[in-house]
Every structure is written in structure tokens, then in C-alpha cells.
């Protein structure tokens, strides 16, 4: 082939160091402004985003010209910077080191960007915790649940 022709899209899921509720509601849309120029400038596309004060969800098209570890690396370091020196938080803000990304086809994307829409809804009758475990399981995906959040976080004990 003459060309590079690619469809992927990838549900990021990463949260807060210790699952704290650090995310400030009123800061919330120009987070996500944040991040969405982070991948736009990094020429991916950004689907949808939302987050809750304890996680965040990204949902978007990816090239194969760059790795997703590097795309969220590139996203937690910027928006933590951007975070702190904005002091939205006291005491400073920090992502957790992991995260997830799951793939999705092309006739699910609507499902994927109503349910990132609707987090706040969501997350009325399920814990982040709980949701976290229930895409590991559905993606088939292989964990220790003794190091599936950070081993630091006492509420997991």
C-alpha cells in the first residue's frame, strides 16, 4: 500500500493518587479544555472526556504514530502542572501511576461517548472502584486485584 490507513479508538481511564476527589467541579470544563488541546496538538482526536472528582475518562481516535503510554504520559504530566500552578488544589495534585485503555470498534463509538457523558449519572449508583473492575473483567483483562490501585491507598485495605 502506498499509504497508512488506521480506524482505532481507545477509552482512557486513569484516576486521582489515592482516589482522592481532587478534581474541582468548577474547574472541571476548563480541565478538560486542557487536556483536549494536549491530544489535539499531539494530532489525535478527542472523542469525548469527563471526569468526576476522583477519575477521568478520555475517549479518542489514535493514530499509530504514537504510543499510548506516551500520549498519557504527556496528558498526566501537562495537566498536573497545569493543575498545581493554577492551585486548584492545596497540597498539590497528582495522577495515579497506571492507567487503562480499552479498544472499541466503530459501531460502539456513540455507546462509549453517552456513557463517558454520563458519569455524573453513572457514578450515583456504582464507585469508581466498582466501575474500574467491571471494564477489566468485560476486556477479559488479567489483574492482581492486590495491585490493581495504588498499593499506598489505605481505602483499599
Do not use: C
Request: charged share 25%; net charge negative; proline share 3%.
Amino acid at each position: 500500500m502506498a499509504d497508512t490507513y488506521t480506524q482505532i479508538y481507545i477509552h482512557i481511564v486513569f484516576a486521582v493518587k489515592g482516589r482522592q476527589r481532587l478534581i474541582p467541579k468548577e474547574h472541571k470544563e476548563t480541565l478538560h479544555q486542557y487536556i483536549t488541546r494536549i491530544i489535539t496538538n499531539k494530532k489525535q482526536t478527542m472523542l469525548r472526556i469527563n471526569s468526576m472528582p476522583d477519575h477521568i475518562h478520555i475517549f479518542i481516535g489514535l493514530t499509530p504514530d504514537i504510543a499510548i503510554s506516551d500520549l498519557v504520559r504527556d496528558i498526566k504530566a501537562n495537566s498536573t502542572k497545569f493543575i498545581n500552578n493554577n492551585e486548584w488544589v492545596l497540597g498539590g495534585f497528582e495522577w495515579q501511576t497506571g492507567y487503562s485503555a480499552f479498544s472499541y470498534g466503530r459501531s460502539q463509538i456513540d455507546d462509549v461517548i453517552e456513557y463517558i457523558k454520563n458519569q455524573e449519572k453513572h457514578h450515583k449508583r456504582i464507585t469508581f472502584q466498582e466501575e474500574y473492575l467491571e471494564f477489566l473483567q468485560r476486556f477479559d483483562v488479567s489483574y492482581n486485584p492486590k495491585y490493581v490501585f495504588d498499593p499506598d491507598d489505605e481505602s483499599e485495605t
